[in-house]
T-cell receptor, first 114, second 115 residues
Framework: GENVEQHPSTLSVQEGDSAVIKCTYS??????FPWYKQELGKRPQLIID?????GEKKDQRIAVTLNKTAKHFSLHITETQPEDSAVYFC?????????????FGTGTSLTVIP | DSGVTQTPKHLITATGQRVTLRCSPR?????VYWYQQSLDQGLQFLIH???????AKGNILERFSAQQFPDLHSELNLSSLELGDSALYFC??????????????FGDGTRLSIL
């Protein structure tokens, strides 16, 4: 099955700086890569996603890049704000008769220091 | 509000007991997924149902079982509970049944505490 690795596990940045979180995956058939933000005690919320036919996607301060050859994808947050502090999870999934099981990374705890 | 409803929000019980967690997916979603999240841990996939049929199993213990009903709501049954079963249990739903390129939307979770 798919194996998703996520780095770093913790990240601290000054407010206004950029944050980058990286994930690698193992299954070349994976075709969908969502990112979720989870605040303490709350549900994971989808913040951005990218499909394998696209190399980059941006939504305001958040962007995701995908390198299919190297099998890695990254989340970029610019102009970070204290409310960006949360745990971020990447995931990968591939089509199959068994349904699209998401393989999640282990999470990155982001702290934005005011 | 994600549109995914989980009940109850909190559950406190004792070791050896059995509980049932309930999930109603977003309108139109046929897939339901269950996840376990222990303290400061990641999301452990338990099981996936699509339109009433089991589609995939993850790290689900034999003491745990699930089903999806004709109205598409799902229940996760946990029996012979142990202290280590204390966790947040999330349900997620999706329109996807196998194409592999649709997001999952999470409910607010059920916090299970075993005393």
């Amino acid at each position: 099955g798919e194996n998703v690795e996520q780095h770093p596990s913790t990240l601290s940045v000054q407010e206004g700086d950029s944050a980058v979180i990286k994930c690698t995956y193992s299954d070349s058939a994976s075709n969908y890569f969502p990112w979720y933000k989870q605040e303490l005690g709350k549900r994971p919320q989808l913040i951005i996603d990218i499909r394998s036919n696209v190399g980059e996607k941006k939504d305001q301060r958040i962007a995701v890049t995908l390198n299919k050859t190297a099998k890695h994808f990254s989340l970029h947050i610019t102009e970070t704000q204290p409310e960006d502090s949360a745990v971020y999870f990447c995931a990968a999934t591939s089509p199959g008769n068994t349904g699209n099981q998401f393989y999640f990374g282990t999470g990155t705890s982001l702290t934005v220091i005011p | 509000d994600s549109g995914v409803t989980q009940t109850p929000k909190h559950l406190i019980t004792a070791t050896g007991q059995r509980v049932t967690l309930r999930c109603s997916p977003r309108s139109g979603d046929l897939s339901v997924y269950w996840y376990q999240q222990s303290l400061d841990q990641g999301l452990q996939f338990l099981i996936h149902y699509y339109n009433g049929e089991e589609r995939a199993k993850g790290n689900i213990l034999e003491r745990f079982s699930a089903q999806q009903f004709p109205d598409l709501h799902s229940e996760l049954n946990l029996s012979s509970l142990e202290l280590g079963d204390s966790a947040l249990y999330f349900c997620a739903s999706s329109v996807d049944g196998g194409s592999g390129n649709q997001p999952q939307h999470f409910g607010d979770g059920t916090r299970l505490s075993i005393l």
